[in-house]
């Protein structure tokens, strides 16, 4: 069904869980993955930038490429056939441009979930990215633990 599938990785936990499903889909499909991690440009508000933005940006891109990197190996662990790229810009530009030069059959994308004013500050790359894609996108909710209340009990005697 999925000949080429491509997945976005910021470095987040639902972006590794992402890239578990993709490896899973790959394998069952026998299709090429093409990994992509797309680094924003600083808002600073400034012109010019300022050497603490380029060294902040110049620090962003490399971690953006060792995410790629290892995410690569990752999928070569798997006996997964594997492409990856860093990019630059506008993240759910970016993403759905990767996947049509890529051929992307699918897109595999992360997302944390979130409701209400958090999503309204933060925003939803994933949603976007559903939003501008021509191809299916598959967005993997992030795991997380269970949370358990403790009650403690307070006995009163009479």
Do not use: W
Not at 30 to 40: F, Q, R
């Amino acid at each position: 069904m999925f000949k080429r599938i491509a997945v976005a990785l910021d470095g987040s936990i639902c972006a590794a869980q992402a890239l578990d499903v993709a490896i899973d889909l790959a394998r069952q499909n026998g299709a090429l993955l093409g990994i992509c991690s797309v680094v924003e440009p600083l808002a600073t508000g400034a012109t010019l930038p300022s050497p603490s933005s380029a060294a902040i940006e110049r620090g962003m891109r490399a971690a953006a490429h060792e995410i790629v990197e290892q995410a690569l190996h990752r999928a070569q662990a798997f006996g997964i056939s594997a492409v990856g790229e860093t990019r630059y810009g506008s993240p759910v530009r970016e993403i759905t441009k990767y996947a049509e030069t890529f051929n992307a059959s699918a897109i595999l994308i992360g997302t944390h979930g979130r409701r209400g004013f958090s999503r309204l500050l933060a925003g939803s790359v994933a949603e976007g990215v559903l939003e501008k894609s021509l191809v299916p996108v598959i967005m993997v909710r992030e795991k997380r633990e269970p949370h358990y209340r403790t009650h403690q009990h307070i006995g009163v005697s009479a």
